[in-house]
């Protein structure tokens, strides 16, 4: 069956560590994967797309990568700060403009 | 300047009720999208319309049944309300359609709560 899973337990780090998110899938081939910030309340909101065929994306003190062998997306915060806590939301792309999304890991950063 | 508004930000009603939540873009996207997030925060396509046409069609009730009256509005009916039915509605539009890679802007979500 086809499955993407993101750690569903919190992740908590401190205040100017990395913080490393994972986003693994089975069964889909998606020919890109986004990954979406959101808050209690509030819709979510992008952050980063990268495609099948890249290996790494960055975007000021974001990265992600995107491994098609391993099936497998990290997305990285570097020099993370408290305002970074949120739930985060990887999404594949499988066509015709269809995200079908992860269950989210919720991101505490102390400080 | 809203880019995605959605209306009512919260409904409560009774089962068997019908009602409507309403969704606009100012932003001149082709495609708009609802989308169901469950109590376990689970985030599920529903619809999709690309320039007033429906391109996705997931597997849902045919009580849910989306229009799409211009490219810049969707708006989705529920009928015969039911317990199951309660969670946190988006609605969501990106630019172009077919299978580039858009991302995908957000309304702030309809919290629906059937009793």
């Known amino acids: 069956s086809q499955k993407i899973e993101q750690n569903s337990e919190a992740l908590n780090i401190q205040e100017g560590k990395t913080a490393t998110l994972t986003c693994n899938y089975t069964n889909y081939s998606p020919a890109y994967l986004q990954w979406y910030r959101q808050d209690p309340g509030r819709g979510p909101v992008f952050l980063l797309l990268?495609?099948?065929?890249?290996k790494e994306k960055r975007k000021e003190r974001l990265k992600v990568t995107f491994d098609t062998t391993l099936k497998q997306s990290l997305f990285h915060i570097t020099a993370s700060q408290p305002a970074d806590s949120a739930t985060y939301l990887c999404?594949?792309?499988?066509?015709?403009?269809?995200?079908?999304f992860g269950t989210g890991t919720r991101l505490l950063v102390s400080p | 300047d809203t880019a995605v508004s959605q209306t009512p930000k919260y409904l409560v009603t009774q089962m068997g009720n019908d009602k409507s939540i309403k969704c606009e873009q100012n932003l001149g996207h082709d495609t708009m999208y609802w989308y169901k997030q469950d109590s376990k925060k689970f985030l599920k396509i529903m619809f999709s319309y690309n320039n007033k046409e429906l391109i996705i069609n997931e597997t849902v009730p045919n009580r849910f049944s989306p229009k799409s009256p211009d490219k810049a509005h969707l708006n989705l009916h529920i009928n015969s309300l039911e317990l199951g039915d309660s969670a946190v509605y988006f609605c969501?539009?990106?630019?172009?359609?077919?299978?580039?890679?858009?991302?995908?802007?957000f309304g702030p979500g309809t919290r629906l709560t059937v009793t």
């Open positions: 990268i495609r099948e065929n890249e």
């Open positions: 999404a594949l792309g499988t066509g015709f403009q269809k995200l079908v």
């Open positions: 969501a539009s990106s630019q172009g359609g077919g299978l580039a890679a858009y991302e995908q802007y």
